[in-house]
C-alpha cells in the first residue's frame, strides 16, 4: 500500500501561473484534507473533503478551489499563483471524519512562488 | 491567544535522558487529542493518541489533565532516532473533524 501519494514533489510557479497538486489514497478512506505549513504556523487547513461527492472550505480557502474526483482522490487548484501562496502542501485522509480517525499524510508538495 | 500552544524549543537533551513537553489549549469543548511527530522535511506521521485517563506506549507516555487544558508527552530513555518536531493537535469537533495544529516542539537528542 503506497498510502497517500501527492504529486509534485516541487514546483516553482510565477505569479498569476495556475497549477493543480494531485493527492490519492489507497487506503479507502471517507475524508480527504489538504493542508499548508507555513514556519512559525501549525498546518492550516485549505479544504477538505468529508466523503465523496463534497467538500468544504477550511480555515484558510481563499486562491484555492478542489475537487473531490472519486473516493480516491482530491486535488487542490490554484487558479492564480501568489507569492503569499508559498509553503508545503499536504494532503492528507482518514477513515471518516469522526473524531478518533486519525490522519494519514502525503509525503508534501514545497510550492515557491516568484 | 492561540487555540493550541506548544512550547517551540528546541530541546537539546543527552541519548538516555527524560524530557517533557507540555501543550496548552484554549477551547474547553476540545474532544480528542493527539501527538504526531514531524521529521524535518518530512510529513507528520501519528505518534499517539491521548486518552483521559492517560496512556502509554513504550517509551512515551501522555496525559490529559482537562481542568488546567492541557496535555502532555513524556519521552523516557531518549533515543537519537526521537529527534524531531513533536506536534500537539486537539479535535474540536464543530460539524467535521476540525482539527488544530500546534507549531510544534522541536526535540535534539545528541550523543
Known amino acids: 500500500n503506497a498510502g497517500v501519494t501527492q504529486t509534485p514533489k516541487f514546483q516553482v510557479l510565477k505569479t498569476g501561473q495556475s497549477m493543480t497538486l494531485q493527492c490519492a489514497q489507497d487506503?479507502?478512506?471517507?475524508?480527504m484534507y489538504w493542508y499548508r505549513q507555513d514556519p512559525g504556523m501549525g498546518l492550516r487547513l485549505i479544504y477538505y473533503s468529508a466523503s465523496e461527492g463534497t467538500t468544504d472550505k477550511g480555515e484558510v480557502p481563499n486562491g484555492y478551489n478542489v475537487s473531490r474526483l472519486n473516493k480516491r482522490e482530491f486535488s487542490l487548484r490554484l487558479e492564480s499563483a501568489a507569492p503569499s501562496q508559498t509553503s508545503v502542501y499536504f494532503c492528507?485522509?482518514?477513515?471518516?471524519?469522526?473524531?478518533?480517525?486519525?490522519?494519514?499524510f502525503g509525503n508534501g508538495t514545497r510550492l515557491t512562488v516568484t | 491567544r492561540k487555540e493550541v500552544e506548544q512550547d517551540p524549543g528546541p530541546f537539546n537533551v543527552p541519548e538516555g535522558a527524560t524530557v517533557a513537553f507540555n501543550c496548552t489549549y484554549s477551547?474547553?469543548?476540545?474532544?480528542?487529542f493527539f501527538w504526531y511527530r514531524q521529521d524535518c522535511r518530512k510529513e507528520p506521521k501519528l505518534l499517539m493518541s491521548v486518552y483521559s485517563s492517560g496512556n502509554e506506549d513504550g517509551r512515551f507516555t501522555a496525559q490529559l489533565n482537562r481542568a488546567s487544558q492541557y496535555i502532555s508527552l513524556l519521552i523516557r530513555d531518549s533515543k537519537l532516532s526521537d529527534s524531531a518536531t513533536y506536534l500537539c493537535v486537539v479535535n474540536v469537533r464543530t460539524g467535521f473533524q476540525k482539527l488544530v495544529f500546534g507549531t510544534g516542539t522541536r526535540l535534539l537528542v545528541s550523543p
Open positions: 487506503m479507502n478512506h471517507n475524508s
Open positions: 477551547n474547553s469543548a476540545s474532544q480528542s
Open positions: 492528507a485522509s482518514s477513515e471518516t471524519d469522526m473524531r478518533n480517525s486519525p490522519l494519514h
